[in-house]
């Protein structure tokens, strides 16, 4: 069974840093793109960022890119995602979503996490 | 970038079918896939290459795709089906990953 679990949420000040953990298990993570997507409260889903099986290609969205950086673990089956500069628009429900084998190849999400809340706040 | 419409609200009765639009630039030269999101729920994954469906969602959840609007069908709609429905393509053009505006199902 496919399990993804995300992790590092919590209350942080505008401008400062938080990480995100996505654990993942009953796949070969190291076969599949991985991929952020973030929901703000009573709004719809926005990709925030995704990176290939071999973190060779990696993508942003614009809101995010120069302040959140990718990456992921293959020998500990983990995505992470470093979130510097912190806004109060980054306030979100943060997903982990597994891609397709290639990045940007179309295919869809088949299987997500149940989320991680990031709250910027003073 | 790449922006994709989708009408906020949908409302149907039990046993008739909902149609829900996803309108996007020459969108049918895409391949759209459809998400259902249930509240406090993560998506899921009910329709994708245009019109296939995974292992597991029913037959009723169909999908189509042609010029510059993509339509999620569901048909014999039910009272479960209740949720927001959120389009998504690749734009290759930018690079990006894009989420349609989502779509409120509701059940009279």
């Known amino acids: 069974e496919v399990q993804l679990v995300e992790s590092g949420g919590g209350l942080v000040q505008p401008g400062r840093s938080l990480r995100l953990s996505c654990a993942a298990s009953g796949f070969t993570f190291d076969d599949y793109a991985m991929h952020w997507v973030r929901q703000a409260p009573g709004k719809g889903l926005e990709w925030v960022s995704g990176i290939s099986w071999n973190s060779g290609s990696i993508g942003y969205a614009d809101s995010v890119k120069g302040r959140f950086t990718i990456s992921r673990d293959n020998a500990k089956n983990s995505l992470y995602l470093q979130m510097n500069s912190l806004r109060a628009e980054d306030t979100a429900l943060y997903y982990c979503?597994?891609?397709?084998?290639?990045?940007?190849?179309?295919?869809?999400?088949?299987?997500w996490g149940q989320g991680t809340l990031v709250t910027v706040s003073s | 970038s790449y922006v994709l419409t989708q009408p906020p609200s949908v409302s149907v009765a039990p046993g008739q079918t909902a149609r829900i639009t996803c309108g996007g630039n020459n969108i049918g030269s895409k391949s759209v896939h459809w998400y259902q999101q249930k509240p406090g729920q993560a998506p899921v994954l009910v329709v994708y290459d245009d019109s296939d469906r995974p292992s597991g969602i029913p037959e009723r959840f169909s999908g189509s795709n042609s010029g510059n609007t993509a339509t999620l069908t569901i048909s014999r709609v039910e009272a479960g089906d209740e949720a927001d429905y959120y389009c998504?393509?690749?734009?290759?053009?930018?690079?990006?990953?894009?989420f349609g505006t989502g779509t409120k199902v509701t059940v009279l």
């Open positions: 979503a597994k891609g397709p084998h290639y990045y940007g190849s179309g295919e869809p999400f088949d299987y």
């Open positions: 998504q393509v690749w734009d290759s053009s930018s690079d990006r990953y894009v």
